[in-house]
């Protein structure tokens, strides 16, 4: 099931947001685990979910930016 959610942030919450997502991602490559296929996929998957989700914060507070200009 996917839904769409639309929220609006000022540029210091998305800025904390960003730096929320940098962190996890930074957890999640750091996190020690026994390489199996399995977890390698899951581990990716995870990774792209966060690069996903930055570029759309990126991408809603440029338009927000060019917007206002």
């Known amino acids: ?14 800025e904390i947001l960003l730096q929320g ?3 996890v ?5 750091l996190d ?8 390698d996929r899951e581990r990716k998957n995870k990774l792209q979910t966060i690069a ?3 570029t759309q914060l990126k991408n809603a507070t440029a ?3 060019r917007s206002v200009s």
């Open 1 to 14: 099931m996917s839904e769409t959610v639309i929220v609006k942030f000022t540029d210091e919450q998305c």
């Open 21 to 23: 997502l940098r962190y």
């Open 25 to 29: 991602r930074s957890s999640l490559m």
């Open 32 to 39: 020690v685990r026994d390489p199996t296929p399995e977890l």
């Open 52 to 54: 996903s989700l930055v």
């Open 63 to 65: 338009r927000e930016m």
